[in-house]
């Protein structure tokens, strides 16, 4: 899931260049990854849940909270994906399996939405 995120995120820097607030933000999340499938892997091994992943994965929540709030850039499409990835970051971590494949899908039809509602003449002439 935390893959599908990052190559979302990666697809939509060749559409629209981004801030550096932007690039923390894929690393939070392939951190956030990271630490879902190192978790996964020391249970699965009954080594129990490591402290140092018990306090990566606590601040890495409240980092992409604080993050969202950085941002320099106003354009509609660049605040929705900063929300995304806020959002997708913390998704990830709370997921359990698959859970980040609808958030995904439902953030890409969001956002072609928000598009085509921009594009569309019906909704940008003016009333008369």
Not at 24 to 48: H, P
Not at 93 to 114: D, P
């Amino acid at each position: 899931g935390g893959l599908l995120v990052l190559l979302i995120g990666l697809l939509s820097l060749a559409v629209q260049p981004a801030d550096s607030v932007y690039l923390i933000q894929m690393i939070c999340v392939a951190v956030a990854t990271w630490l879902v499938y190192d978790t996964e892997t020391q249970l699965s091994l009954k080594q129990g849940l490591p402290p140092i992943n018990q306090l990566f994965t606590w601040a890495l929540l409240g980092f992409a909270n604080v993050l969202v709030f950085m941002g320099t850039q106003s354009d509609r499409m660049a605040v929705l994906r900063r929300l995304f990835l806020a959002i997708a970051t913390q998704f990830i971590l709370l997921s359990v399996c698959y859970e980040v494949v609808f958030y995904c899908s439902l953030s890409i039809v969001l956002a072609l939405w928000l598009r085509h509602k921009h594009l569309s003449p019906r909704y940008n002439s003016a009333p008369s």
